[in-house]
């Protein structure tokens, strides 16, 4: 995915991340794309910038490829375990979680019924305990 290896994709790898997954976007929606999306302003996507990316691109075409880009990132990010109530186990990625935290500021960062959840700090187990009583899953 990250032709250059440099752990971020730039607009010509993001074009081509993007057939890769089977999307025809044009150039100059990936340029739309990338200053939208880059809310570091390093030029390029990382993966966290990706996600929240490519749900939003999905949720405008109207695709659903979560699934297909789940079994293509899997072998890419470590996989984390994390302990629940009644013996279940939860596996997630780092980028995902963050991705998830980062989404989540940014969608409700304006609902005064949330602001004492807000905002998560993305480097540190914050999410779990914001979700805990279930208010903030979607």
């Known amino acids: 995915l990250d032709a250059n290896g440099d752990g971020a994709v730039d607009s010509a790898e993001l074009g081509a991340l993007f057939k890769s997954l089977g999307e025809s976007v044009p150039a100059y ?8 999306a880059d809310t570091n302003k390093s030029g390029k996507i990382e993966m966290e910038e990706f996600l929240i990316l490519f749900a939003k691109h999905q949720v405008d075409t109207g695709k659903d490829m979560t699934r297909q880009l789940a079994k293509q990132l899997q072998g890419a990010a470590v996989i984390q ?3 629940a ?16 935290a980062q989404w989540i ?4 960062k304006n609902d005064p019924s949330m602001t ?10 914050q999410l779990f305990q914001r979700v805990k009583d279930g208010v903030l899953l979607i």
Do not use: Q, W
């Open 29 to 36: 929606k990936i340029r739309e794309y990338v200053s939208k």
């Open 81 to 83: 375990h994390r302990g």
């Open 116 to 125: 004492h959840y807000l905002p998560i700090d993305l480097e540190n187990e």
């Open 105 to 108: 500021n940014e969608t409700f």
């Open 85 to 100: 109530m009644e013996g279940a186990v939860h596996s997630y990625s780092e980028p995902e979680k963050r991705a998830f």
